[in-house]
């Protein structure tokens, strides 16, 4: 079997997120097609990985990939904060989130993720869901579709973009992905049609958030993985933009810092002590060397944080 996603900061991930005490767990909370995973396996014998994921076709790929392992894998079809929060087992060593989309969506899903295809206009990772971007693009107002575009893929020409889909589904509706691209290459203004990026990337990263509630998912999941951790347990977390980093980084100061009072209380009076320290003060990013090999990793930050031993 062919597996399309190459794993981003192999090699820093394995050097940084290393398994403390006898037996240890991980839960890799982002499965993918099992690339982490499988590496964490090889190196570490006495490890065990859960690994989760929604999209029930991939987990089906990784759990064919990671077969050799026998029982130190487990795959479970799931979303990763739904699972941590109802989660009272083992506590783990390690927890792993590469919030990155798999190559593997792109590239095989057949879900509409790629504005170069033409394929239907759907995204959700859970096939189940309610509705599909073809719903939201169809279906919601103009203002909406707007503030989708805008909040979710700073994406400066929301309004034009906007009003240009819902003049086009006046016409028919909008069901494929590289028709969607074309009306949104439309317009946009001809210089922004021919810059660094795709003019549609912004846009179809938004509405594949939208979808999957991609972003109300983070700080719940890692914070309750800092919870869930043995004292000396470590969380990596892999981000790829802005509004998936910047959560993850406030989230791990206030965790360090311990103090949950309000911003414009003078001194503190709550007593919180720190939960965790931070091991990476600046977030790791990709070598040069990598960032050739496997393009998508150019914009990968990964922050790791060690929950410690005794409140201090």
């Known amino acids: 079997m062919e597996y399309v996603h190459q794993s981003v900061l192999a090699h820093e991930v394995l050097e ?68 941590l929060a109802t989660y009272h087992g083992e506590a783990p060593a390690l927890i792993l989130f590469d919030l990155g989309i798999s190559v593997y969506h792109y590239e095989e899903s057949k879900r509409g993720f790629s504005f170069s295809k033409d394929e239907e206009l759907d995204m959700r990772l859970d096939p189940s869901a309610p509705f599909s971007v073809a719903d939201i693009v169809n279906t919601f107002t103009e203002q909406n579709i707007a503030d989708i575009i805008y909040r979710f893929g700073e994406e400066r020409y929301s309004r034009r973009i906007a009003a240009s889909i819902v003049r086009h589904r006046k016409e028919s509706a909008i069901t494929k992905a590289d028709e969607l691209a074309s009306i949104i290459r439309q317009a946009v203004p001809a210089s922004y049609r021919y810059g660094r990026i795709h003019p549609a990337t912004r846009s179809f990263q938004a509405l594949r958030i939208a979808v999957n509630r991609e972003l109300e998912r983070i700080v719940p999941a890692v914070d309750r993985a800092i919870d869930l951790l043995r004292p000396e347990g470590r969380v990596g977390v892999i981000s790829f933009h802005s509004l998936e980093d910047r959560p993850v980084k406030q989230l791990l100061r206030k965790r360090a810092d311990g103090c949950v009072c309000p911003p414009d209380t003078p001194r503190c009076t709550c007593g919180g002590k720190p939960a965790i320290k931070i091991i990476t003060k600046k977030p790791i990013v990709p070598t040069e060397q990598e960032c050739l090999q496997n393009p998508p990793s150019r914009s990968a930050k990964l922050r790791i944080a060690q929950k410690l031993e005794v409140a201090t």
């Open 16 to 83: 940084h997120l290393v398994p403390s005490g006898t037996d240890p767990l991980m839960i890799d909370c982002t499965l993918g097609e099992g690339g982490h995973t499988n590496l964490f396996l090889e190196t570490y014998p006495d490890l065990r990985v859960i690994g989760l994921d929604r999209d029930p076709n991939i987990i089906e790929k990784a759990t064919y990939r990671l077969s050799k392992f026998g029982k130190r894998f487990t795959a479970v079809n799931t979303w990763f904060d739904d699972y």
